[in-house]
């Protein structure tokens, strides 16, 4: 390694300010000014603002409104194994077939939608049938729920 001292050393290591430079450095304040403005407009013309009555409004109709679909509960569909296959449970009636379940599911709100829940025994095809059993009784929303959830 070449010793730091000598004719290319000593200008890049040289911290001291030369003798005579009494020079001090100032930025310019008014670019710093101009961008400082060019930034409040840019906000200022991007921000959104909130009508504040119209939101009081929004919120007051819905509160006077007649009940809606949001104070439904979703229909829960349990499918468990039976003797001859699979049984599907809604409320305190449990179903055997695909086609009553159809039939008592189309004569329920379907605002809120239906849940299917199976148990850890329960067949495959049986799970597929309820959610196509919902979604002939003309349900949109139909989600599955696996066991242990």
Known sequence: MAPRHGRYWGWIMNFRPRRGADETHELPMTSLIDVVFLLLIFFMLTA????????????????????????????????????????????????????????????????????????????VDGVAAAVQAATDAGYTKVSYVPAGS
């Open 48 to 123: 959104s603002f909130v009508r504040e009555n119209e939101l009081q409004s929004a919120l007051l109709a819905d509160r006077s409104g007649a009940p809606g679909s949001a104070d439904l509960l979703p229909q829960f569909v349990q499918v468990r194994p039976a003797r001859e296959g699979f049984a599907f449970e809604l409320g305190q009636r449990v179903i055997a077939s695909q086609d009553d379940l159809r039939e008592m599911l189309s004569r329920l709100p379907k605002d809120a939608g239906v849940i299917v829940r199976a148990s850890a025994e329960a067949p």
